[in-house]
């Protein structure tokens, strides 16, 4: 399966724990895209990356979210001391080149974290 | 405030008959137009797309409509078949203005064709 692939499908945590959710690109893919979806709400744009770099994070909470796409290795994104609203569902995104305004995107499966 | 709206939750139509999906905007800065398909448990694969400049796009059993005067958008599917039963989402491109493209994207319309 060449598709955007993302781990952990299903998280359980306490609050006050940390999340990570990790996405690994289309192959040959070096734009990375995370997207949250709350429940009964569509999907909302957080964080924009390439490799090693953060192109655009303005739709990532100020505090306790964090995401970061190394050289080598999958993107993550992390959430520190979770809280029961940051139980959603969060999928990642990649393309081949930067976004262009045509917005295709290759999503994965999504990552859903549900904190108790 | 929702910049892109799906006022219908779902929509049941009878297999071989047309569905129609529709999507309204408040964002003039909007520059293109996307449906996205979403099965249970999976994420949204792309379906059709238009740009803010054309007023219809084609592709197979799936046509897109939009109207930039009535900021409204819809989607055609004809003939529609049991296997399109799936959460639609409408979503639109935007210049962030910090470096990329930005998808907003509707609540979604759950859309079941019965056979």
């Known amino acids: 399966n060449a598709g955007v692939m993302q781990n952990p499908r299903h998280l359980v945590r306490r609050r006050g724990q940390e999340a990570r959710l990790r996405c690994s690109p289309v192959k040959g893919h070096s734009h990375v895209y995370w997207y949250r979806q709350l429940p009964e709400e569509g999907l909302k744009f957080m964080v924009y990356l390439q490799k090693e770099n953060i192109i655009d994070e303005s739709g990532m909470p100020k505090e306790r979210f964090s995401a970061e796409f190394p050289k080598e290795g999958p993107s993550i994104l992390r959430i520190q001391q979770v809280v029961r609203g940051d139980s959603a569902a969060y999928f990642c995104?990649?393309?081949?080149?930067?976004?262009?305004?045509?917005?295709?995107?290759?999503f994965g499966e999504g990552s859903r974290l549900t904190v108790l | 405030d929702q910049q892109v709206k799906q006022n219908s939750p779902s929509l049941s139509v009878q297999e071989g008959r047309i569905s129609i999906l529709n999507c309204d905007y408040t964002n003039s800065m909007f520059d293109y137009f996307l449906w996205y398909k979403k099965y249970p448990a999976e994420g949204p694969t792309f379906l059709i797309s238009i740009s803010s400049i054309k007023d219809k796009n084609e592709d197979g059993r799936f046509t897109v409509f939009l109207n930039k005067s009535a900021k409204h958008l819809s989607l055609h599917i004809v003939p529609s078949q049991p296997g399109d039963s799936a959460v639609y989402f409408c979503?639109?491109?935007?210049?962030?203005?910090?470096?990329?493209?930005?998808?907003?994207f509707g609540k979604g319309t759950k859309l079941s064709v019965i056979p």
């Open positions: 979503a639109a491109s935007e210049y962030s203005g910090a470096g990329s493209y930005q998808l907003t």
């Open positions: 995104a990649s393309s081949h080149r930067g976004q262009a305004n045509t917005g295709e995107l290759f």
